[in-house]
């Protein structure tokens, strides 16, 4: 596998992580899985979809973690 490959592969498989249905509202967690190198993603789906999601705000109807929140302050 040439360089640029295995950097498309990494790509794409951060991705996977980050847009899983089961990284809907544990954004947070699912950067912190995507960015371990050894994180399959099928690994990282068991462990989000256990995980609690962030609380919904409902105002607006969008999923928002409290410390990006806090951090727009």
């Not at 951060?14 to 960015?35: H, Q, V």
């Not at 371990?36 to 607006?60: I, N, W, Y």
């Amino acid at each position: 596998m040439t360089h640029a490959e295995t950097a498309t592969a990494e790509r794409e498989r951060i991705a996977k992580i980050l847009n899983c249905p089961e990284a809907l509202g544990r954004e947070r967690s699912a950067i912190i899985l995507a960015l371990q190198p050894d994180m399959h993603v099928e690994k990282a789906r068991t462990v989000l979809s256990g995980a609690t999601p962030a609380r919904l705000d409902f105002e607006r109807g969008q999923h928002i973690s409290r410390s990006l929140k806090e951090s727009t302050r």
